[in-house]
């Protein structure tokens, strides 16, 4: 029997939790990078078939870093009441903990939280023990998004929760302290699969795009497909209050937003990674299982980086590609995001290309292996946005195992490498949660 693309070659899932201590080093590990770096994807149980890729019971992958050395590797899977065998409720009373965690992880006010979009967080430990649901002392009542954003300048973290039935989209707040303090609902037509948004100083950024679910498809993988008819948007909300303001777009979708700013004139500019109507759906039914998976992926035409620039004084929206490379998983220094930035890291086949948005130009570092979604590390008292390290979980295709490698990021060179006492399987996003070199 021919396994379905996600279950085979670099996605293919391991069967087991695994501890390892003392690994290898390459190079020379900064003692700067002193933390940990966890990484999280879809990881069905042996025997399982979820029938999406990104239906899959979510796995957490962590490297323990300290004063130049790679103290430990563990993988946990993150035990949601699914992945004990909830049942599914339904679009009329869905229940949020019986979703797989299995998109991102994060920290906020001391909490690490594994995250997927259609339910609520699962409060992890540092040593990936799962402590287990998280609503925020029951405030938060709606899915939360896995791509939250922190403001750099308050520490406020920003997020939203989408739904089958209404409200469809509701915008959430917290405070630097971990507390929910605002919930405000933000009118869309119909229910949408938003992946992203953004914020900027003043201003959140949502993306309403014509990715609806569909009832009919329950049941067959991820209930969502391609609708012509919803038409594609991009929405401008006060963070201050007040009604979000719609801007008419080419019909598009975004997985993953670069960054977004405001200019002198209140011109806002969002760069993300494009897909067409053709590189969604030969990508969705690739990674969903096709029969077919090499027709699907003839058909995809990939996706790349992409500039909406939004007038509120006109109302008028410029369009424009930024580059022709099909890539994904934008990245860039989280001390930026919101404000006006230079540089976005990217991944692309068996590399990093970083883009520099000022000029236009980029930076490819071939690595001869898939690499996962590159995270940025600044240093300490950088005084350059891209003063700092790269860290991606690097596999070869070939099947000899993983690394986390570490590239300078502003010039992609090498620094160093862990190797790890397996091989990952592709998965979604990570995060460094960095720590004091004293600290324990």
Known sequence: ?????????????????????DLPVTGTLPPELTGR????????????????????AGMLHGVRLRDGRAEWYRNRWVRTRELEGAPFVGPDGV??????????VIRHAGRILALVETGLPYEMTPELDTVGPYDFGGRLTTAMTAHPKTDPVTGELHFFGYGFVPP?????????????????????PGPTMIHDFTITEHHVIWLDLPVVFDMNLLGSGMPYRWDDAYGARLGVMPRDGGETRWYP???????????????????????????????????WGRIGGAPDPAAAA???????LYRWTL??????????????????FPTLNDERLGRASRFLYTVTGDAIVKYDTRTGGSHVRDLGRSPGEA?????????????????SIVTDRAGDGSELLVLDAAELEFVASVRLPRRVPAGFHGNWLGESASRS
């Open 375 to 391: 995270v940025f590390v600044p240093a300490a008292d950088a005084r350059a946005e891209d003063a700092g390290w790269l860290l």
């Open 168 to 188: 469809y989209l509701t915008y959430h707040r917290l405070s630097a302290a971990g507390e929910l303090v605002e919930s405000r609902v933000v009118d869309v």
């Open 95 to 104: 229940d949020l903990t019986a979703t797989p965690a299995n998109t991102s």
């Open 1 to 21: 029997m021919n396994l379905p693309d996600y279950l085979t070659g670099l996605k293919a899932p391991v069967p087991d939790e695994v501890d390892a201590v």
């Open 311 to 328: 007038d509120p004084a006109t109302g008028a929206v410029k369009e424009e590609p930024l580059d022709d490379r099909n890539v994904e």
């Open 298 to 304: 003839a058909a995809s035409g990939g996706a790349s």
């Open 37 to 56: 770096y966890f990484r999280n994807g879809p990881n069905p149980l042996p025997g399982q078939d979820p029938g999406h890729w990104f239906a899959g």
């Open 249 to 283: 777009i080419d019909p598009c979708y975004v997985f993953h937003v670069g960054n977004a700013c405001e200019d002198a004139e209140g011109r806002i500019t969002l760069d993300a990674v494009r897909y067409t109507r053709a590189g969604f759906t030969g990508s």
